[in-house]
């Protein structure tokens, strides 16, 4: 978690589909490492549950809370990979501490949410960033205040955002909820035979769990709804179109398989049972995943969510006959009777988040240059907020300036003066020869002075 | 399958009955309590005016916020008898399909491009989040207690034997009737009959639908209030027989709907900007319900 913050500097600065493998296959490496080093030692895994799963609900929370202020859209995606991490890592902390206290229901359940979940974020993270690589080709700025209205221009891109926005936030029919769904029933089985402590870290991991669902859906309403719904915000001097076909079709796969997790999950989860057992075999029990009663409920959530888009079309149908009856006409958005709206009257990315930023004060860094309005005929008034890290204030920026202003006293040294590297390069030699002599001789002092 | 059918029946009068509780305590004559239901059939007999800035998506996102709470109303059981689905576990899909629902009609607001629309959708999208951590503490008691994780076993298996859960059966029904105030955007959050767009949230978010699609998010509001007041009774009715429990049903409903109408009439609107800490109060509500069951399972050393 501390570790974080090269992460939303390498995203933007990434072209988008370098920034889609990032993050679907690079910092995975870290979760495949965290993994791995589980299968090789054999200790204390209650212990090692505990810390990943605090630091996951911690770094969960701690992503999802910054990527709501962010106004760069690669940005905003890259924190959402922090968080996306701490939900896997939240599986992952189940599993050990399943693994420790020779649960392997919670254990089986823990890990296969985490995987799953790892494949979940590739695919919905990578649509993710290539739909905002479209967004960057058509519009050249990433910057989500400017945009605006893209739905219009960018139809398949808006749609396919939406699946991948959907998705990342947990919300069925789609895969996010599946994974997030399985480690909810992780935790749950975890409670049936926990003690106060271990209770206590479970209600506060369904906290995190929940809360972080429910930002991200703060987030990526607000990215959804400021980027590709509403009046363009900004007068761009070239035409905006869609992106080619070749470049949408990729695309589609990753949506086709984001949409088919979320409507057969059982199939994925056979896929689970043996990466998974590997796990739970650990502790010398042949336990093999999934065949209990633990996940029969995977079945009734794909007929759920099956049954649950059979009736959206239904209504959707319904409304089309209705409608063809019926006058339908259009007109200008209702504004209170103001007749000339423009674009500008529009919600704002910050203003939507606003209430938000001003609750969570305690935890952002938002600094802001205002200048505000005065007398009866205002001129120029300007208000300009850069969102930043606190704990990359405090524990990356600070320490570094520190260690950098120390190093800084020895600047004098390097005057760029040949002489003077020349004479650094006797001294050194100097020192290399004496320095052990003198030590002898120190040796030898003391040994004469024991003698005495 | 009873309780689809009972919670259908309770929404076509319940907020008919909060309108008339009103007019009766301002001294006015008010409507009939079927008014709300008339009002529906007349919206989806009208037509419509789509705003020209909209898309695709203020076209689905009624369809889909109706949908949700369809799909979550199925989910609902009633005593002994299941509701058409369930599975273990199906209160997080329950809570995450009424999520869907959010996000569709908060997106929906934002595709008109007004000033008003988006304020009422930030404020949706905030209080949703709140709300949301309080009702999986309750019910992650409830499993904790029952040891079950699907709707209709925890409500059958919840016994209220001793007096401490008398206590959290209490404390549940105000998480829930505060939810099921939040969720609907009722008093003590958000009024919905201000005259202010300024001070309005689920009002402000539906200024430009009209015609079917207005239908389907009023019956979509009516049928909300109808299951959280199912859930407030199913805390109760575990196993009393159906006679009773049904009888029970109408009863707590309309008992329900007239103390919503009360509390509208005599209380004013919080201050929306404390609004979201009066609703984090109610996670720390259910904690104590989380507490009270720990006390209960001898979990506490």
Redesign the interface.
Known sequence: MPFHTWLPYAHPAAPAHISGIMSGVLIKIGIFGILRMILLIKTDYTTIGYIILTLSVVSGLYGVMLAIMQHNLKKLLAYHSIENIGIIGIGIGIGCIGLGANNPIVASLGFAGALLHTLNHALFKSLLFYTAGNVYQATHTLDIEKL??L??KM?QT?ILF?IAA?AI????PFNG?ISE?II??A??YW??DA??LS?LAC?FS??GL??I???A??C???A???VF???ARHEFSHPIKEVSVFQLLPLYLIAFFIVFIGLMPQLFLNLLIQPVSLFTNISQVNFMPFQG??L??L???S??AW??IA??VL??LL?KV??KK???????????AYTA?T?K???TAS??????S??FKFFLLLPKKEKEVQGIFPINANYESHPYDKIEKWLIDKPLHAFKSFLGRFLFFQNGKLQFYILYGILFILLIIYIPLIYQNIIAFIELLKQL | MLSLILIVLASIFFTGIIIRTKSIASGRKGPGILQPIKDVIRLFKKGAVYSNTTSFVFQIAPTIYFASVVMAMLMVPFGQSKGLISFNGDFIFFAYVLALGKFFSIIGAMDTGSSFEGMGASREALYSMFAEPAFFVLMGSFALLTGHTSFQEIFSTLHIGSYLSYALATLATFVLVMLAMIENSRMPIDDPKTHLELTMIHEVMILDNCGFDLGLILSAGYIKFAIYGALIINLFIGMVPYEYAIAAFFVIQILMAISIGLIESFIARFRMSHNTQFIFTLTSVSLLIFFGVLMILGKIV
């Open positions: 605006g209205g739905v219009k139809p808006a939406l959907i936030c947990g919300i069925p909820f769904f909810y029933n935790l749950y409670t049936q003690m106060m209770l209600i369904v906290l929940v809360l669902g429910g930002l859906m703060l990526f309403t607000k959804f709804g400021v719904l509403g009046n009663k633990e029969e409920a079945q009734p959530i007929w759920a049954g649950l009736f959206i209504v959707l409304k209705l409608a019926r006058t339908l006409a259009s007109d200008l958005t209702w504004g209170c709206p674009a009257m529009q919600y203003s939507f988040v606003r209430s938000y001003k609750l």
